[in-house]
């Protein structure tokens, strides 16, 4: 397993490597001259070249892509045009509530998954199993801007029940400075939006599982033994169902941590995603770039978890 994991980590620094090289070349071929944007249509020719020299962004491209991998060997991502800060720095201010957020969506989601699948699965074909189904389809087919929407007019509107906070980070966390964790008051409404948007996917993949796994004679024999129906479920049937779950999952979570980009601009949630948003709009390069590389690094890294999780969840896949 040690060396299983060991081999996934060095497959990350060619995937690095492409997505760099994309980034960067999709980037510098796009229309539009950042050094333009900072000094502003009308300065004059020679800031634009003081600005342009400071930025290194006179240089022929070959020796710009040169700087920009050698920068990335020494783990620098360069400094903001617009902030003029650390990239490293600003994407860390924001690190922390896209983790939150994402962990908390997907926990929310396998919750309310496993718990739904389940029932459905061992209630097949009753009206039980038919409402769980509609659920997951509805769920599949909303919008999550529109869900976050809705969740604010009911939620946390005045008009509405008024409960919670409509957008924002909270005083906890420092309104996304990277200092602590967001009140629970203003991580609900988001994490339950993404949370349902996943859930109708995660449930499907729960019954047919556990559906599949409840046919199998190990099942048949624990049930004719006389064991009681819930653990049978739970400790015979659950746990070997998991792995194609899990899987679906962590690219669940993956895909979050790489940017929420349309929840986090509806809930005005300061993560990832709304930084890189904002970074394209100024042509904030190094922003972009640096942001592209973290989201390619965490979606490598929580997919190496998910698959290290199947030796733990099921024994017969660590020899594989």
Same mark, same amino acid.
């Given at each position: 397993?040690?060396?299983?994991?060991?081999?996934?980590?060095?497959?990350?620094?060619? =995937?690095?490597?492409?997505?760099?090289?994309?980034?960067?070349?999709?980037?510098?071929?796009?229309?539009? %001259?950042?050094?333009?944007?900072?000094?502003?249509?009308?300065?004059?020719?020679?800031?634009?070249?003081?600005?342009?020299? %400071?930025?290194?962004?006179?240089?022929?491209?070959?020796?710009?892509?040169?700087?920009?991998?050698?920068?990335?060997?020494?783990?620098?991502?360069?400094?903001?045009?617009?902030?003029?800060?650390?990239?490293?720095?600003?994407?860390?201010?924001?690190?922390?509530?896209?983790?939150?957020?994402?962990?908390?969506?997907?926990?929310?989601?396998?919750?309310?998954?496993?718990?739904?699948?389940?029932?459905?699965?061992? $209630?097949?074909?009753?009206?039980?199993?038919?409402?769980?189904?509609?659920?997951?389809?509805?769920?599949?087919?909303?919008?999550?801007?529109?869900?976050?929407?809705?969740?604010?007019?009911?939620?946390?509107?005045?008009?509405?029940?008024?409960?919670?906070?409509?957008?924002?980070?909270?005083?906890?966390?420092?309104?996304?400075?990277?200092?602590?964790?967001?009140?629970?008051?203003?991580?609900?409404?988001?994490?339950?939006?993404?949370?349902?948007?996943?859930?109708?996917?995660?449930?499907?993949?729960?019954?047919?599982?556990?559906?599949?796994?409840?046919?199998?004679?190990?099942?048949?024999?624990?049930?004719?033994?006389?064991?009681?129906?819930? $653990?049978?479920?739970?400790?015979?049937?659950?746990?070997?169902?998991?792995?194609?779950?899990?899987?679906?999952?962590?690219?669940?979570?993956?895909?979050?941590?790489?940017?929420?980009?349309?929840?986090?601009?509806?809930?005005?949630?300061?993560?990832?995603?709304?930084?890189? =948003?904002?970074?394209?709009?100024?042509?904030?390069?190094?922003? =972009?770039?640096?942001?592209?590389? =973290?989201?390619?690094?965490?979606?490598?890294?929580?997919?190496?978890?998910?698959?290290?999780?199947?030796?733990?969840?099921?024994?017969?896949?660590?020899?594989?």
């Amino acid at each position: 397993m040690i060396g299983y994991a060991g081999r996934r980590l060095l497959l990350l620094l060619p =995937v690095l490597w492409m997505a760099a090289t994309v980034v960067w070349a999709a980037l510098f071929l796009v229309p539009g %001259d950042p050094v333009r944007l900072l000094a502003g249509k009308t300065a004059d020719p020679e800031v634009v070249a003081r600005i342009r020299a %400071d930025w290194g962004l006179h240089e022929p491209p070959m020796v710009q892509y040169g700087r920009f991998l050698w920068r990335l060997v020494h783990l620098d991502l360069g400094h903001s045009y617009v902030q003029r800060r650390p990239v490293a720095e600003i994407l860390g201010d924001h690190l922390v509530p896209t983790l939150v957020l994402a962990a908390s969506a997907v926990a929310l989601s396998l919750l309310l998954s496993l718990t739904l699948g389940a029932l459905a699965a061992a $209630r097949r074909g009753t009206w039980l199993d038919r409402a769980v189904q509609g659920f997951a389809l509805l769920s599949l087919s909303t919008p999550v801007f529109w869900l976050g929407l809705m969740l604010m007019l009911a939620f946390a509107s005045s008009r509405g029940l008024g409960w919670l906070p409509v957008s924002g980070y909270g005083e906890a966390g420092g309104g996304g400075s990277g200092l602590g964790l967001p009140d629970f008051s203003h991580l609900l409404l988001p994490a339950l939006s993404l949370a349902l948007m996943s859930a109708g996917a995660l449930t499907r993949m729960t019954r047919a599982s556990l559906l599949d796994v409840l046919g199998q004679d190990y099942v048949r024999a624990a049930t004719a033994r006389g064991l009681p129906p819930a $653990r049978v479920l739970g400790r015979h049937a659950l746990r070997n169902a998991l792995v194609p779950v899990v899987t679906l999952a962590g690219l669940d979570l993956a895909a979050l941590v790489g940017g929420a980009i349309v929840t986090e601009s509806v809930f005005a949630w300061p993560g990832l995603g709304r930084t890189m =948003v904002h970074a394209i709009h100024l042509r904030d390069l190094p922003v =972009v770039e640096g942001g592209v590389l =973290v989201m390619t690094a965490g979606f490598v890294l929580v997919t190496l978890l998910v698959d290290v999780g199947y030796g733990w969840i099921d024994p017969r896949t660590r020899d594989a």
